[in-house]
Structures are given as C-alpha cells and as structure tokens.
C-alpha cells in the first residue's frame, strides 16, 4: 500500500514537472508523449537509485531498449533523442553518493529536475548549491557548471537540454576542494 501512495505521489510530482517543462522550454510540444515518459520514470524512481538493468526493462522503443550509459559515476538513460518535431534531448542520470559530472558546459543550456534524493550544483565562480527532490535548476547556455550527488545521498534527475547550438562541452574534472567547499 506505501509504494500506492508514493507512486500517487510521484505521478502528481511528474504533472507539476511537466507543466514546468514546458515553459521553460518555451514550445508547444506533444503533452501526452512527454507525460507518458515522466510518468514511468516517476514509478521507477520510488526511492531507489535508477539502475542500467531497471532502465533497459522498463524503457523501449518499439519493444527495443532505450539507450543505457553506465559509468562509475553514474547511469544515464537517453529518453528522447532531438529530432525535427522535438527539438531537445530527455536523459533520467543517477549518481551514487560522492559521484558527479566534470565542470562542463552546453551552448544551447539545460534544465535539470531533480527527481530523488540529494545533489550540488555549481557554477563557475559561484557558491555551490545543495539541491533537493522536486527542485528546478536552469543551467544557462554557455555557462560552465557541474552537478552530482552529495557527499552522503545519491541524486538522480531529468536532463532536458538542445544540441542545436552545439554538443556539451566537456572541461576538467571537479577537484576534490571545489567538491567539498
């Protein structure tokens, strides 16, 4: 009866997400399609960091599993991938505790909504942000960041971002005293 209640939960968290989405990315898209991919993501996030075994069982296309990237530092799911009717790329990434990305940068910007647990975010020349479940971080185009799990808690998020403009671009990787501080 909990994991009712907390996919309940979850599914209203993915309509507020939703609506989010879209106005930040300022278009008018295919509401159902994007529902229906949040709305799964929402019953397999209940709690638990997202595994590359989950992901490729529960996430297809066409009877096909989605793509699925395992590193050390993480697993990224590629959800949608840009095309001419969707003009942006959807990833769910999750980090375990200590885990995060090198500072990097995406010309077109990103949207990050954190789906579970705890994270920071940085950007260059900024104070480190301690961010949570449920939040939305804009990450501007152009403007070097990085972002990954907590020193205790794993994080794991929806990454809506364009390559229009250019792919990521991929800096040094964050030291353990910008990690820290």
Same mark, same amino acid.
């Given at each position: 009866?909990?994991?009712?209640? &907390?996919?309940? &939960? ?66 990224l799911v590629e959800l949608n991938k840009e095309d001419s009717i969707l003009g942006y790329n959807i990833a769910a990434a999750s980090f ?10 995406h010309p077109g910007g990103q949207v990050l909504i954190i789906t579970d647990g705890v994270g920071y975010y940085q950007e260059r020349g ?5 961010? &949570? ?49």
């Open positions: 009866m909990n994991w009712i209640v &907390k996919s309940v &939960k979850l599914v209203e968290i993915a309509v507020v997400c939703i609506n989010r989405l879209l106005q930040l990315i300022g278009t008018l898209v295919n509401k159902f399609t994007i529902m229906k991919q949040l709305l799964c993501l929402s019953f397999l996030f209940l709690g638990n960091q997202l595994s590359a075994q989950d992901a490729s069982t529960i996430f297809t296309k066409n009877g096909i599993p989605v793509h699925v990237v395992t590193t050390p530092n993480n697993t375990p505790a200590t885990k995060k990305l090198d500072w990097h940068y900024k104070p480190k942000q301690v961010v &949570k479940k449920g939040e939305v971080i804009r990450c501007l185009p152009n403007v070097a960041h990085w972002h990954g799990a907590s020193a205790d808690t794993g994080v794991t998020y929806i990454a809506v971002y364009s390559t229009k403009n250019g792919v990521t671009v991929w800096q040094k990787p964050v030291t353990e005293e910008e990690y820290k501080n």
